[in-house]
């Protein structure tokens, strides 16, 4: 049981760019999540999925496209980098939406520089 | 979403007790309170939740009073290895978390 795995582990593009971030859960989990952090800083809500096929913006989407194909993957693609994007990005998922007493794993994260 | 206050640093020394307080006034009803704990190039792991009164785990203890609009994160015997990020959330059911800051917590030889 891998839990929550991430892959690049770190990533450079240059600006206009395009990228794909993988995440990938084994725990059959419902829910996946995307978030950002910045230094310094907690983490904020890119794009949260509740299901294959289902898909929802949270705090701050602009700039990055995600998909659900399958429960155990939850792609981040970055349309066209660029320097504010330069962050780290984790991913995280959870068992049953409504569950309160489930909680979100979250993998090791990507850290992405945008030149 | 529902926000959060906690201090933004706090020192120790090794084998004491670690106290954090967190205010959440606007606390709706089906919120539970949930604290993660982030080292330095890790994703946030989880440590505790309640929704009401104490609750322990192998870890740390969760003090929640009646009204609910604050609550203590309470680390016994604190050593090196516990330093960290810890931050002071709220759930509700549809599973969204809202990072703050979160509170450093350096704890010393």
């Known amino acids: 049981n891998a839990g929550v795995t991430q892959t690049p582990k770190f990533q450079v593009l240059k600006t206009g760019q395009s990228m794909t971030l993988q995440c990938a859960q084994d725990m059959n989990h419902e829910y996946m999540s995307w978030y950002r952090q910045d230094p310094g800083m907690g983490l904020r809500l890119i794009h949260y999925s509740v299901g294959a096929g289902i898909t929802d913006q949270g705090e701050v989407p602009n700039g990055y496209n995600v998909s659900r194909s399958t429960t155990e993957d939850f792609p981040l693609r970055l349309l066209s980098a660029a320097p504010s994007q330069t962050s780290v990005y984790f991913c995280?998922?959870?068992?049953?939406?409504?569950?309160?007493?489930?909680?979100?794993?979250f993998g090791p994260g990507t850290r992405l520089t945008v030149l | 979403l529902a926000k959060t206050t906690q201090p933004i640093s706090m020192d120790s020394y090794e084998g004491q007790e670690v106290n954090i307080t967190c205010s959440h006034n606007n606390i709706a009803t089906n919120d539970y309170i949930t604290w993660y704990q982030q080292f330095p190039s890790q994703g946030p792991r989880f440590i505790i939740q309640g929704y009401k009164t104490k609750v322990t785990n192998e870890v740390a203890s969760l003090f929640i009073p009646a009204d609910r609009k604050s609550s203590t994160l309470s680390l016994p015997r604190v050593s090196l290895s516990d330093t960290a990020v810890y931050y002071c959330?709220?759930?509700?059911?549809?599973?969204?978390?809202?990072f703050g800051a979160g509170t450093t917590v350096t704890v010393r030889a």
């Open positions: 959330l709220l759930r509700s059911n549809d599973y969204k978390l809202s």
């Open positions: 995280a998922s959870s068992g049953r939406q409504g569950a309160s007493t489930d909680t979100q794993y």
